[in-house]
Nanobody, 124 residues
């Protein structure tokens, strides 16, 4: 059974930083594309960032570009999201996802496996 577990969420003041981790078990992700999405209350889940299998290619939503950094450690089967200069509008539940399939990397439908999410709250 494939399981993704996010951690590192919490409450932070605007301008602060958090680092999210997503540990995967039941599947070796070294050949997978991995991504982060988020869902704010009352809104649809949205794409945040994606990274290819070896970490050499990344892509970000405009809303987080320059503030967030996605990275991965295949030896640990883990993907990370470093979030700096956080804003109140970054408040959401953050989800990681992984896939071995080819697809549109900004689309939810392209990812096969999902975590349960971790709450990030940014106070003003």
């Amino acid at each position: 059974q494939v399981r993704l577990v996010e951690s590192g969420g919490g409450l932070v003041q605007a301008g602060g930083s958090l680092r999210l981790s997503c540990a995967v078990s039941g599947r070796t992700v070294s050949n997978d594309r991995m991504g982060w999405f988020r869902q704010a209350t009352g809104k649809e889940r949205e794409f945040i960032a994606t990274i290819n299998w070896n970490g050499e290619s990344t892509y970000y939503a405009d809303s987080v570009k320059g503030r967030f950094t996605i990275s991965r450690d295949n030896a640990k089967n883990t993907v990370y999201l470093q979030m700096n200069s956080l804003k109140p509008e970054d408040t959401a539940v953050y989800y990681c996802a992984t896939t071995g399939r080819w697809g549109t990397w900004t689309a939810e439908r392209s990812y096969e496996y999902w975590g349960q999410g971790t709450q990030v709250t940014v106070s003003s």
